[in-house]
Every structure is written in structure tokens, then in C-alpha cells.
């Protein structure tokens, strides 16, 4: 959420502060109370105290003559602008929330019963590979997969493998 301030800060040749939030910090509830919607990020010029990402970058663009040239280009900005956090909510809820989904174990445990009967079989699909080892890395999922109630339940009816 801060990154775009960064980026437009250094970009404009300004130097900032940062004050870094640890989780240890964060988790005991007193800054979140002081936080006027409960999140961060917090941003202060002066004796100014903003909250929400989006009015930083508006009151930047707004000191650093980065909002258009007039009333129209500015509603053109905020409609884009809008449109990117539109776009940041998505790539939110699929980091967060929905970042695997039901077809991926399903092809990742049927790629891994290729691998069994031929262990290079996707050597010449490294994307797919890279795929594959990816999803099986993920913690609950690694344990489960190296436990012995996987690796000795036979994978096929008829005993080949
Ligand atoms: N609309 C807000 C969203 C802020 C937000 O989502 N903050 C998250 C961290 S990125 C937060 O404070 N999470 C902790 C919490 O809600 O307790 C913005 O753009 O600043």
C-alpha cells in the first residue's frame, strides 16, 4: 500500500521517514485504535495526518503538480486512479483469499502421478514443472505430501505405478 508513495516520493527527488510497524506491535491493538479507520498505512506532511493509501498519492500529486493541468484532467486521473485500486483489490483478494483453487490440486496431484511413473516427464515443460513443485511447496500441503498416509497409499486400483 505504500510502495506508490515511495515510488512518486524518490521520483520527485524527496527523501521521507519511515517508521516500520512490527507484527509483535501491531498484534497488541493500541496503534490500530489510534488509527482513525483501524489500518495502516499513516502518512504525515507536517502537521497533516492522513489515512487511506489513495489521499496520500492525491495530496502528493496535489504538492507535486501531478494531478493534470485542470478540473477535467483531474476527474480523468481520478477515474484511472479508481480504476487501479479497482485492480489492487483484485490482486489483493488473490493473494490473500483465493490464491489457489480447486483444479489446482486436482492437476498438480495428477501431474505428481506422471512424475511417479516417469520422474523427468516434464522436464520439457519447465513452466508447468515450476507449477507443480510451487503448489506442492506450500506448508500444509508439503507435510500432508510427505507424510506416510500419502506416500505409501497406492495411487492406482490395479497396483501399477
Ligand atoms: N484503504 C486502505 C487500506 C489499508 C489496509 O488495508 N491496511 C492493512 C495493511 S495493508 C491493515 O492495516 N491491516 C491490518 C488490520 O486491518 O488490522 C488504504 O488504502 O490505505
Not at 486512479?81 to 490482486?91: A, F, S, T
Not at 496431484?109 to 506422471?114: D, P, V
Request: neutral net charge; charged residues 25%; glycine residues 6%.
Amino acid at each position: 500500500r505504500c510502495e506508490a508513495v515511495r515510488m512518486l516520493l524518490a521520483d520527485q527527488g524527496q527523501e521521507w521517514k519511515e517508521d516500520v510497524v512490527t507484527m509483535d506491535l501491531w498484534q497488541k491493538g493500541e496503534l490500530k485504535k489510534s488509527c482513525l479507520f483501524g489500518q495502516l498505512p499513516k502518512f504525515q506532511d507536517g502537521d497533516l495526518t492522513l489515512y487511506q493509501s489513495n489521499a496520500f498519492l492525491r495530496h502528493l500529486a496535489r504538492t507535486y503538480g501531478l494531478y493534470g493541468k485542470d478540473q477535467r484532467e483531474a476527474a480523468l486521473l481520478d477515474m484511472v486512479n479508481d480504476g487501479v485500486e479497482d485492480l489492487r483489490l483484485k490482486y489483493i483478494q488473490l493473494i490473500y483469499q483465493n490464491y489457489i483453487s480447486f483444479a489446482d490440486y486436482n492437476l498438480v496431484e495428477l501431474m505428481r502421478n506422471h512424475l511417479v511413473l516417469a520422474a523427468g516427464c516434464l522436464a520439457s515443460c519447465p513452466l508447468l514443472a515450476a507449477y507443480v513443485e510451487r503448489v506442492s511447496a506450500r506448508p500444509h500441503l508439503r507435510t500432508y505430501l510427505e507424510s506416510a498416509a500419502h506416500r505409501d497409499r497406492p495411487i492406482n486400483g490395479n497396483g501399477k505405478q
